[in-house]
Structure formats: structure tokens, C-alpha cells
């Protein structure tokens, strides 16, 4: 379509944006030109308002971590992890990949600095990650 209409402005409407490696809703179609968030939503009594009570996950280190690395290091990587979150608390969530990118990079310099297993590195910049967002949200109000 894109090599037929070269000067075509392509509009894609959704419900939910997708947000993947091979699929990024916002990489084909660009910039939100309007978007209808939950208070929007809400405030035109399209839907009720939705609660939740934000909490960090309890988790326990990956045992292979710990026997690579040991408890004290780890305890170094997660403070580190927290004060480089704490101070990225202007990220625009709304803007969900852009931010994502952001922390990835961020988390994965870290771990890398602290020689943080290559093999264990992925599943932690994710849980890493999914925490942030959470945080940062309350860190914001």
C-alpha cells in the first residue's frame, strides 16, 4: 500500500495500541493524533471509574543471580536500579514505548556495569520495567 500511495497519510484507529519487537501500532501509523484514555472515558460516563491499589511484587532473587553474583551485589544493582528510576519519574507514560525504550536502555547499562548474568538479563529489565511503571505513577501524584 505504502510503495502504491508514497504520499498517502495512513490513520489507524484501536483500541489498544500494539507495542511489539515486529508489530508497533505507532512505528506504521505515527503520532496519536487524539487519544481516549480511562479518565475520558470515565468523565463522559462511557464506563465506571476503575480503582487499583499499586504495589511492587515481592520477588525473590533468581536463585542462578544469586549464586553467580551473591545477595550483596544484588542489593547494589537493585539500589541503583531504584535511584535511576527515581529520577526518569518525568517519563510520559502515555507515550508507553518511547518510555519502555528509555528504562530498557537504562536497566540493561546497569546490569551490564554490575556484570549482571547475560542469560538472566532479559527477564529482569522486564520485571524491572512492569515495577517502574507502577512506581512511577504514585511517585508522580
Do not use: H
Not at 37 to 63: G, M
Not at 68 to 96: E, F, Q, Y
Not at 125 to 141: F, H, I, M, S
Amino acid at each position: 500500500m505504502r510503495d502504491t500511495l508514497p504520499f498517502a497519510t495512513f490513520i489507524g484507529f484501536t483500541g489498544t495500541p500494539i507495542e511489539k519487537t515486529d508489530a508497533n501500532t505507532r512505528a506504521v501509523f505515527g503520532d496519536y493524533i487524539s487519544v481516549y484514555d480511562i479518565q475520558r472515558a470515565v468523565a463522559d460516563k462511557a464506563t465506571v471509574p476503575i480503582y487499583y491499589e499499586s504495589r511492587i511484587a515481592k520477588l525473590a532473587a533468581n536463585d542462578t543471580a544469586v549464586k553467580v553474583m551473591g545477595d550483596d551485589t544484588l542489593k547494589v544493582i537493585a539500589v541503583k536500579l531504584l535511584s535511576t528510576v527515581r529520577k526518569s519519574v518525568t517519563i510520559d507514560w502515555n507515550l508507553r514505548e518511547s518510555a519502555r525504550a528509555k528504562i530498557r536502555v537504562m536497566v540493561r547499562r546497569i546490569l551490564r556495569e554490575y556484570g549482571y548474568p547475560p542469560d538472566l538479563q532479559e527477564e529482569a529489565v522486564k520485571t524491572v520495567l512492569a515495577q517502574a511503571e507502577l512506581v512511577c505513577a504514585d511517585w508522580e501524584g
